[in-house]
């Protein structure tokens, strides 16, 4: 099974401001990726997914991130936040072939105005 | 159109005694999954049901947890026994099929044990 690590569990930024949420998994074999996001009291819901092609994937609410195999990371991205993306964000991994998602310890970030 | 259904949102119990959590996938999708949310165990996998086949059950944490699917809906995650340590955030997701299928998560049942 993957180990998932993600660097920052606290992420505070200022609105209008980028944020980067960092995710590095434990194995160079073929992964699935993805980035759930959880706001507060809310199911997980799922804001893109790297599956083969492109290493740049982008997602919704302006989200995107890049698969970087020889660093085995998942970094997230987003280069102006808002008040509204104030949530919990997670890294999920999965072997190909395999069900199982690997999360994430998750990263709270906190949107300030 | 519907998404994945968790009952109930809360449930308080007291150490000892038994509870059932249930889950609704969306309709049609043949994989569901349920996985635990808690503190300083992040999210984990518990067990996963694929249409007729038998289940995966290698995350279930003890012979305390068991869960069934009824006719390759409805799901229902059960807890004999309670502990403090099952205190925990109870997430259900579903998928089409399963592989690179998205999985699609309900809001969870939060259960503490007191």
């Known amino acids: 099974a993957q180990s998932v690590t993600q660097l920052d569990s606290q992420v505070p930024v200022f609105e209008e401001a980028p944020v980067e949420l960092r995710c590095n998994y434990s194995?160079?074999?073929?992964?699935?990726l993805f980035w759930y996001v959880q706001y507060p009291n809310q199911g997980l819901q799922l804001l893109l997914k790297?599956?083969?092609?492109?290493?740049l994937v982008k997602g919704i609410n302006g989200f995107e991130a890049e698969f970087n195999k020889s660093q085995t990371s998942f970094h997230l991205r987003k280069p102006s936040v808002h008040i509204s993306d104030t949530a919990e964000y997670f890294c999920?991994?999965?072997?190909?072939?395999?069900?199982?998602?690997?999360f994430g310890a998750g990263t709270t970030v906190t949107v300030r105005a | 159109g519907a998404g994945v259904s968790q009952s109930p949102s809360n449930k308080v119990t007291e150490k000892g005694k038994d509870v059932e959590l249930r889950c609704d996938p969306i309709?049609?999708?043949?994989?569901l999954y349920w996985y635990r949310q808690s503190l300083g165990q992040g999210l984990e996998f518990l067990i996963y049901?694929?249409?007729?086949?038998?289940?995966?059950k290698s995350g279930l944490p003890s012979d305390r947890f068991s869960a069934e699917r009824t006719g390759g809906s409805v799901s229902t995650l059960t807890i004999q026994r309670t502990q403090q340590e099952d205190s925990a955030v109870y997430l259900c997701?579903?998928?089409?099929?399963?592989?690179?299928?998205?999985?699609?998560f309900g809001p969870g049942t939060r259960l503490t044990v007191l």
């Open positions: 790297y599956l083969s092609g492109s290493t």
């Open positions: 999920a991994v999965s072997d190909r072939g395999d069900y199982k998602l690997s």
């Open positions: 997701a579903s998928s089409p099929t399963t592989g690179t299928d998205t999985q699609y």
């Open positions: 194995s160079s074999v073929s992964v699935y």
């Open positions: 049901f694929q249409g007729n086949s038998a289940p995966d």
């Open positions: 309709s049609g999708h043949t994989a």
